[in-house]
């Protein structure tokens, strides 16, 4: 694998760190600004919107630019986001700078996954898109717990400065790694939008927005599944955590291959065993050595989605991909809001710390569902590229 993939490996794990280590500094936020908990929870939120803006008005207005200096663009942005973060001096300011943080989130790993793809043999490429999304999974391993840790000591602002001077690193290395990559002939904005006529786009988009929301459904409650009911300390849901981030890395490899071997039988494996971890979850959590085992496997198998979901997009969208595969990061990211909202009603209905996991299994099963008809509607040989298909263009591979 080329050096140019550990450069965009090493901006997404600064966007996951980013956006990942809000949650654990909530508490050191709201009291240095002078708000309430729930408030600094909309710091959350106004990353996720400018994810789901930026994703499709930055990858339009840049679709006609050469995609390395697309890339790098789209990383000092990102960077320059956090430094206004860091240096924010109230909650306005802050919300406002989270947003700028996220616009290019999208249009990043959009932009990225088809430069990963191109950079590589055709049979190779789910693979290295697994590659730069590895910098998302390993950040929760390594960046959120350093950078949680990090903010308690030193307080958030610090935290913040340490994703500037990765987003910088990861600016440089893509200058620096990654070969000039031409925008395709013929691309513009109409041309991408005319991706989205494909009904097999929607099912796979819809896919993300209902499988993934099984994932999330369960994550964003998983503290307090973790402590009132498995009995982990405040301290050792740190090391839990860190396990999941390993079954993420785990899963996001495994994907990769699994997707350049039978790329449609892993999007059903992996949604329907993502499925069956939420409900054992609901059983396992309650003791401590089970709930870690399994903690472990919901990482894996709802991770296991990203790299073959992302492959399967690029296959459906050849010739204009860009734009839809940064629209999969929009979609993730709807999963992340829906997910969070159904487990939350399920809390708040009374139902028990477990219920988020049945939520999520249930979500799960809704994406395999949705995976198993797109599969069964997609005819053998109908993907075929056309013959004025770009010479940049992702061909399809073995389902």
Not at 37 to 49: E, F, H, K, M, R
Not at 245 to 269: F, Q, S
Not at 370 to 376: G, P, R
Request: charged share 5%; net charge positive.
């Amino acid at each position: 694998m080329p050096l140019a993939l550990v450069a965009l490996a090493v901006t997404a794990f600064a966007i996951g760190t980013t956006e990942f280590a809000a949650m654990g500094l909530l508490p050191q936020i709201a009291g240095d600004l002078e708000v309430s908990i729930p408030q600094a929870g909309w710091l959350i939120s106004t990353y996720a919107i400018g994810v789901v803006i930026g994703a499709p008005l930055l990858t339009g207005a840049c679709a006609r630019l050469p995609r390395k200096g697309v890339l790098i663009g789209l990383a000092a942005l990102f960077t320059v986001g956090n430094l206004l973060c860091a240096v924010a001096p109230n909650f306005a300011l802050l919300a406002a700078a989270r947003l700028v943080a996220g616009l290019p989130h999208g249009a990043f790993f959009g932009a990225g996954a088809v430069a990963a793809a191109e950079l590589v043999a055709p049979h190779l490429r789910a693979r290295a898109v697994s590659v730069m999304f590895s910098g998302l999974t390993v950040a929760n391993i390594v960046g959120v717990p350093v950078a949680t840790l990090l903010g308690q000591q030193l307080g958030w602002r610090a935290a913040m400065l340490v994703v500037v001077g990765i987003g910088g690193l990861g600016t440089f290395a893509i200058a620096r790694l990654v070969p000039t990559l031409p925008s395709h002939p013929g691309a513009g904005l109409r041309r991408e939008l005319s991706t989205f006529r494909s009904g097999q786009l929607w099912l796979a988009l819809g896919t993300v927005v209902f499988g993934c929301a099984g994932l999330f459904a369960c994550y964003s409650y998983i503290t307090p599944i973790l402590t009132e009911v498995a009995g982990f300390s405040e301290g050792s849901v740190t090391v839990v955590l860190a396990l999941f981030g390993v079954g993420m890395t785990l899963g996001n490899v495994i994907g990769g291959y699994a997707a350049d071997r039978a790329l449609r039988p892993a999007i059903c494996a992996a949604f329907l065993l993502m499925a069956l971890a939420l409900a054992a979850f609901s059983v396992t959590a309650r003791t401590e050595w089970s709930a870690a085992i399994t903690v472990v496997l919901i990482g894996l198998f709802g991770f296991a989605t990203v790299p073959t979901v992302q492959t399967l997009v690029l296959q459906k969208a050849r010739r204009a991909p860009t734009l839809a595969s940064a629209t999969v990061q929009g979609a993730f990211n709807l999963a992340n809001a829906q997910g969070a909202f159904f487990g939350g009603l399920a809390l708040s209905a009374g139902l028990g710390w477990v219920s988020p996991a049945l939520v999520g299994a249930v979500l799960a099963a809704i994406g395999f569902l949705i995976a198993a008809v797109s599969w069964a509607l997609d005819r053998p040989g109908a993907q075929a590229a056309p013959a004025e298909a770009s010479a940049g263009a992702v061909p399809q591979p073995v389902a």
